[in-house]
């Protein structure tokens, strides 16, 4: 039996700008197979460099990062990433758009079309495939995107606050779907979030980090949606340890800001 994690941080230190700017300092863990975790903390803390050293996008200063136990070097399409901004290409309809990545794969075309069609599906995008993005919504647009990556089937799906750009309430109605996505085709999930509620729902675990340097602050499993996921954003409120889990993380978020503005 494997005991490599799939994912494996080892006191990874990120230097700027010739060692004058620590992004991160000395920060440590594992990441499993189909498990969902979020990257919280304040802005700064290095939530952003530590996704894109996992993309291959950067790398640490010190430290070891590995994925299957092998040091992580560059992108692969094994990683797929979604942005806070929308990156469809506008000359491209939205079914184009999802078959774009998968043509790159070297897939056929019937099977490009019918993965494409079958994903966008599972957005409530089939009726506007042949529409371009341009028209669309932007929570239209933000699925296009998902859609694009989630195509490819990547086993870790890297997502650096997806719905930051959303308003309220296309912003939960997109965490439904996420839940819903990562239960019909399960995968590894990193999603970065300043917004509290959103972690609380969507993760299995928080990884919380400190201000610049970000370190680990706290690591909490969600132990109390009990392994299950929960489709309904409502239902999440039912449980009294989201309610307390919330008030802490505020606190933590707090204590960081405040002590990052003593220091000032
Ligand atoms: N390419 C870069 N060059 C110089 N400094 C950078 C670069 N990328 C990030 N930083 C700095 O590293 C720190 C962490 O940034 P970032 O990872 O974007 O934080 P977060 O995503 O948590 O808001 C910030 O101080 C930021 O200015
Ligand atoms: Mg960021």
């Given amino acids: 039996m494997s005991t490599i994690p799939l994912i494996q941080a080892r006191s990874v230190s990120k230097d700027f700008n010739k060692g004058t700017v620590q992004a991160l300092d000395n920060v440590s863990f594992d990441l499993d197979t189909n498990q969902i975790t979020a990257f919280v903390g304040p802005s700064g803390c290095g939530k952003t460099t530590m996704l894109r050293m996992i993309a291959g996008l950067d790398h640490p200063t010190r430290g070891t990062l590995s994925l299957d136990g092998k040091s992580i070097e560059n992108p692969g399409p094994e990683r797929g990433m979604v942005f806070q901004t929308y990156t469809s290409f506008p000359w491209l309809t939205a079914r184009k758009n999802v078959e774009y990545g998968l043509n790159i794969l070297g897939m056929s075309r019937s099977d490009r079309r019918s993965r494409a069609m079958e994903i966008l599906e599972r957005v409530r995008l089939d009726h506007v495939a ?17 859609a694009r990556t989630l195509a490819q089937k990547p086993r870790i799906v890297l997502m650096d606050e997806p719905f930051g750009a959303l308003d309220a309430q296309v912003r939960w109605e997109m965490q439904e779907l996420l839940i819903e996505l990562i239960e019909a085709e399960p995968r590894t999930v990193v999603v970065i979030t300043h917004d509290l509620g959103e972690a609380l729902y969507l993760a299995d675990r928080i990884l919380f980090f400190t201000r610049q340097p970000g370190r680990i602050k706290a690591d909490i499993d969600l132990n109390f949606k009990k392994g299950k996921r929960i489709k309904d954003k409502q239902a999440i409120f039912d ?7 919330e008030k802490q993380l505020f606190s933590m978020m707090r ?10």
């Fill in 239 to 245: 449980f009294k340890e989201y309610h307390e889990l």
């Fill in 255 to 264: 204590e960081e800001i405040t002590t990052s503005r003593k220091q000032i």
């Fill in 130 to 146: 042949d529409e371009y993005p341009g028209g669309l919504s932007g929570g239209m647009k933000q699925r296009i995107a998902l």
